[in-house]
């Protein structure tokens, strides 16, 4: 059975009060104009819930709104570690001040015997210093 859904991004505090079942991490990044960076970002998920590795776990679409951030791909495969997926989208800022970026999850996991696959927007702001 293939589902796919949208849902919003948590923080993992949110997890204990989130019927979701999993939880996505990110961290915005600071960096200064034309310096590579890396922005990580982690999908765990909850008890009873594991990562479907046969699947091709990644994150796509990725964009700046205002064009203040290049990016090295614009497809990036998870890594799995401890039972989460790990994502390290290289970027570099391309102009001053605060980029708002965004990009699509696609991963799969399995509850049971049931395969599901979802798409989670990637938020986060990238600033760019001098």
């Known amino acids: 059975m293939f589902v796919a859904a949208l849902a919003l991004a948590r923080a993992p ?5 989130d019927p979701r079942p999993y939880a996505v991490e990110i961290s915005d990044v600071t960096a200064k104009v034309g310096q590579p960076a890396v922005l990580h970002a982690t ?6 819930y594991r ?9 796509m679409q990725l964009s700046s709104w205002d064009d203040g951030v290049a990016f090295e791909h614009k497809v990036v495969d998870a890594d799995v570690r401890d039972g989460a997926l790990a994502f390290a ?3 570099t800022p391309t102009k001053p001040g605060k980029h708002p970026i965004n ?10 015997d049931t395969m599901m696959m979802v798409s989670v927007p990637l938020i986060a702001t990238v600033t760019g210093t001098e």
């Open 89 to 91: 989208v290289d970027l």
């Open 51 to 59: 990562v479907l590795e046969a699947y091709n776990n990644r994150v």
């Open 103 to 112: 990009g699509v999850f696609r991963f799969g996991y399995i509850v049971g």
């Open 43 to 48: 999908v765990r998920l909850r008890d009873g």
């Open 13 to 17: 505090a949110a997890l204990a009060d």
